[in-house]
């Protein structure tokens, strides 16, 4: 995935990918819950100010086709896109257009009155310098447009809303494994490796509730690498995986609300995976804070010297939309042998059986 593409009508920056069935007509469900999810990653073209990202939402699986009569695209054509940042950019909302308050940006992008909200679970957002793997809840655990408020989209009203936009996440970086990830380093981004994330549910059940989210990293020698464990002050053994006392030590630290475990933590995001989530791919920058919250000193008014403020090396000059254009006009990230199937023995390099390389279609 290019972060630039031109053609003859112009430029388009950034894209977003989805995994449809092999009709072509639906979104493919995935039901996470007790599964091993997995794919290959290449970031080498990755620079600071850049992410790519994978990751799960609970869009409408068709796009919102039967509850909307006047949506006749569905998902073949990409719509009933919805995330826990309830994004206001979304041209097409529920069949309609989302023209009213609309504000162009100037670049074929802008905002208009409504959002669309509903629970992610980040797998990846990345670039070759920093990453992090992050969960966030909403109610309720579908998708649901929102207007104002409830749209949390200024410091005023961030948490009034039907989600979780902070979510509990993990990044090496932000919490002291400054040597983990990035090129040249335990985990090299300058070359291709596979990202093992496994959703650990209650006496390893289909039904049981989710408690952890566990990582691990395979290079392509077949060596296994486990998720760096960080010491968070609050628990009593370092942690490397996501979890509902992670969460809260986390926020304890950080001083942020935790509106994770407010918006129903880990049991709220199990529940959404038991209703199964669209899978999305993508590649893009950031306006608005320069991606400095995934690789550089965020808030920007922070100290570095604060636990949890520093979450990567990059300068906040570095995710300008200018400078990337013309410093890294050809970023870009691939991913690849999208796998998913029953969770395996951590020690072994087996990959899971399953889904495979779906059919899929871009939405620009």
């Not at 335990?186 to 509730?209: A, C, H, R």
């Amino acid at each position: 995935m290019r972060f630039l593409t031109r053609s003859a009508k112009g430029q388009n920056i950034g894209s977003r990918l989805y995994f449809l069935e092999s009709s072509g007509d639906k979104y493919h469900m995935f039901k996470l819950k007790n599964r091993q999810f997995e794919f290959d990653v290449d970031v080498s073209k990755l620079p600071c100010g850049v992410k790519g990202a994978l990751y799960f939402t609970s869009m409408e699986q068709d796009g919102g086709k039967s509850k909307h009569p006047s949506n006749a695209a569905g998902a073949k054509y990409g719509t009933g896109y919805c995330d826990a940042k309830c994004p206001k950019d979304i041209k097409w909302v529920e069949g309609q257009a989302n023209i009213k308050g609309w504000k162009a940006d100037g670049e074929g992008s802008g905002k208009g009155d409504m959002g669309v909200c509903c629970p992610e679970m980040d797998v990846w957002e990345a670039n070759s310098f920093a990453q992090a793997f992050t969960s966030h809840t909403c109610n309720p655990l579908t998708s649901k447009v929102c207007t104002g408020d409830q749209c949390e989209d200024t410091s005023a009203n961030r948490y009034k809303g039907f989600c979780d936009k902070d979510g509990c996440d993990f990044a090496s970086y932000r919490f002291g494994a400054q040597d983990f990830y990035g090129q040249g380093k335990k985990l090299d981004t300058s070359k291709k490796f596979t990202v093992i994330t496994q959703f650990i549910t209650q006496g390893n059940t289909d039904e049981g509730e989710l408690i952890e989210v566990r990582r691990m990293y395979l290079r392509q020698d077949g060596t296994l690498i486990q998720n760096e464990p960080v010491k968070v002050q609050g628990l009593d053994k370092k942690a490397d995986s996501l979890t509902d006392k992670f969460c809260q030590a986390n926020k304890d630290i950080t001083k942020d609300q935790n509106s994770f475990k407010e918006h129903g933590g880990m049991k709220a995001m199990g529940q959404a995976m038991k209703n199964g989530m669209v899978l999305v791919m993508s590649i893009m920058d950031d306006k608005e804070d320069k991606m400095q919250w995934l690789d550089g000193i965020y808030p920007p008014n922070g100290s570095a010297d604060k636990c949890g403020v520093k979450r990567g090396p990059c300068d906040p000059n570095s995710g300008d939309r200018q400078n990337i254009l013309t410093g890294n006009p050809a970023a870009e990230v691939v991913f690849s042998n999208v796998k998913i199937g029953p969770i395996k023995n951590p020690t072994t390099a087996n990959k899971p059986t399953g889904i495979k390389q779906k059919r899929s279609t871009y939405h620009i």
